[in-house]
């Protein structure tokens, strides 16, 4: 079997090492995300709860919302 992980691991070291790959993954793009929309946007990390909880407070706040979906799509 040829792939990212090694066939030479049990079965659920194959698995606990797809997770903490996928974990590790989602920690990351959240970081990539808190990074751009403090530079792209100018809402940090504490203000991000505001906008989501009204959009209105903030003119780039439709986009702020959508970019961490984007950023984990891509």
Do not use: Y
């Amino acid at each position: 079997m040829k792939g990212f992980v090694s066939s030479r691991l049990h079965p659920f070291a194959n698995l606990a090492l797809l997770l903490l790959i996928t974990v590790a993954t989602l920690c990351i793009a959240g970081f990539f995300t808190m990074v751009f929309n403090k530079l792209l946007f100018g809402v940090g990390m504490q203000e991000l709860g505001n906008v989501a909880q009204n959009p209105r407070t903030t003119p780039t706040a439709g986009v702020c919302s959508c970019f961490p979906r984007a950023l984990r799509c891509w």
